[in-house]
Structures are given as structure tokens and as C-alpha cells.
């Protein structure tokens, strides 16, 4: 899980400074003997693949697929560097691991809070009203679950790592080199953290099924689902409009994902931070 984290701060450098080109995804991994493992390779991306897929809203569902993939490939490889093995973990793996982490987090953020939020019918007839109850039922699920994880031991690891991540990436946009000394001393939050994301996910969510009103559950959980797209392209959106936007009111939109990452970020030690920095060097290097 700590490789997933550094690989995950190596793709971010990559799609937040080399736009142009084949990106080179690096994953660096500490092994049990305390040395660290570097995998590159070049990667081609949907939208330099196809035009469309750089239009807005569609940017964000692209880059959403990508990140799902290059992120369960890392953790394979992570996987297979912490036990020793030297091959890989088949494509069949790869790809049942993801379908079932899908499934689950549909499970659990979609039509649960949708299923439950129907209980409430006879009391709440409006639309409106059961819509913004089951949003804030999905905020709440989204909180709870990363303020109990975040006291887990080894998912606080994971966060620190998190926590280098950020580092690295705020020391590169401000032109620093990149050494343990000079990288420590950066903020463990940044504004396009994927955290953030998931926040602008919830919210969004709140806005859109409300032009739907209130169907039947199996239309309404298909309506959730098909949707699921074009919550993340707007999500996507409006992350990447307040990051780049000097005009207070728009760089509000990420004040509360800034405040989230209280949870999901953790000051890393000095040799988590040589692995975020390992993968970050690795991944802006042409091979």
C-alpha cells in the first residue's frame, strides 16, 4: 500500500507538469532489505490517444479510468516486490481486483445511501428534500469511512506516504531540488489531491440527482450508475478550476478538500520521503 501511494505521487508530477508527449509512470517501492525498487515504463494516455477524450468533462472520466488502472497495476507491483516474487500478477488478477473494488465502492457510496434514503419516503414525499438527505447520507459514509480507517496502523502508514506524495510535488512546482532536506519542509495538503476529488464527487452528486426527482429504486439506482461519468467530469472540472483560479470565490471549491486532507495525510519520515522522491525523478526522466 505505501508503494501505491509513491507511485501515485509519481503519476501526479507526470500529468500536472508533462502534459505533452508519452508520460513516463514510474512506481518506486521499498524492499524488505531497505532497498528501493524503481519501475518505469512509457505511457501513451486516452486523451493524447484520441482528441475527444481532451474535451472538458471528459477529460476528468479518462483521467479517473487511468488512475484506476495505473494504480492497480502499481499495487501488483508493490505486492510482488514486498513477498519477493519476481514475476508479476496475471492480467486476470489485475482485472478482477479492480471490477471487485468498483463494485464494492458502487456498493457503498451509490445505492446504499439511495436504498436507505427511500425508508424515509412516507415521511419526506419531496424529491428535493429525499435527495439532499441521501447526499448527505453519502457525505457522511465518505467521512466516516476515511476517520476510521485513518486510525489503522498500516493505513496511517499509507497516508504518510501520502504525505510525501505532496511534498515532492509542491518542492518540483516551486523549483526546488529535490533532496529530503529541502523537500521536508513543504505542506503535506496540496489542492489537486485526489481527496479533494472525492469530496467534489459527494457534492456534486447532491445537485444533479435532484433534477431526477424521485423514481422508483431500480430506475433511480440505474439513473445513480449511468451518472456516474458526468459526476466525475464535472468533479474534475471544478477541482481543476479551483486550483488554477487566482479569484478567492472559485479557490474556495477546495478549501473543504484541503480540510479533508487532515485525514488523509500524515507527515512522512525522512525515508518515506527518498522513496516519493525516487519515483518522482523516475517518472520525469525520458527513458
Known amino acids: ?52 477524450l481532451r474535451w472538458p468533462l471528459l477529460r476528468g472520466v479518462a483521467a479517473l479510468g487511468e488512475a484506476l488502472i495505473l494504480g492497480v497495476r502499481a499495487l501488483f507491483f508493490s505486492a510482488n516486490e514486498a513477498v519477493g516474487q519476481e514475476e508479476e500478477l496475471g492480467r486476470g488478477a489485475v482485472a478482477l481486483t479492480l471490477v471487485v473494488s468498483l463494485a464494492a465502492g458502487v456498493g457503498i457510496f451509490v445505492l446504499l445511501p439511495t436504498w436507505a434514503s427511500g425508508l424515509l419516503r412516507p415521511m419526506l414525499p419531496s424529491g428535493v428534500a429525499l435527495n439532499l438527505v441521501e447526499g448527505t447520507l453519502r457525505l457522511g459514509i465518505l467521512l466516516g469511512y476515511l476517520a476510521g480507517v485513518s486510525r489503522l496502523p498500516d493505513i496511517r502508514r499509507v497516508f504518510e506516504y ?80 479551483s486550483a488554477a483560479s487566482s479569484l478567492p470565490v472559485l479557490r474556495q471549491l477546495a478549501a473543504p478538500g484541503m480540510w479533508l486532507q487532515r485525514w488523509t495525510t500524515r507527515e512522512p519520515d525522512d525515508a518515506q520521503l527518498e522513496v516519493a522522491i525516487r519515483a518522482l525523478e523516475g517518472a520525469r526522466d525520458p527513458l
Do not use: Y
Open 1 to 52: 500500500m505505501a508503494a501505491l501511494e509513491t507511485r501515485f505521487g509519481g503519476q501526479a508530477v507526470i500529468e500536472g507538469v508533462m502534459m505533452r508527449g508519452p508520460r513516463v509512470v514510474a512506481v518506486a517501492v521499498r524492499r524488505p532489505d531497505n532497498e528501493i525498487a524503481l519501475r518505469r515504463e512509457v505511457f501513451r494516455s486516452w486523451g493524447q490517444a484520441h482528441r475527444w
Open 162 to 241: 501520502h504525505g510525501a506524495e505532496h511534498k515532492v510535488i509542491h518542492a518540483v512546482e516551486a523549483g526546488e531540488p529535490l533532496t529530503v532536506e529541502r523537500v521536508r519542509r513543504f505542506s503535506i495538503h496540496h489542492p489537486r489531491c485526489g481527496t479533494s476529488f472525492l469530496l467534489l464527487v459527494a457534492v456534486v452528486t447532491v445537485f444533479l440527482f435532484a433534477f431526477f426527482g424521485w423514481p422508483p429504486l431500480w430506475e433511480r439506482l440505474a439513473i445513480r450508475v449511468l451518472l456516474l461519468p458526468v459526476v466525475a467530469g464535472v468533479a474534475f472540472e471544478l477541482l481543476k478550476l
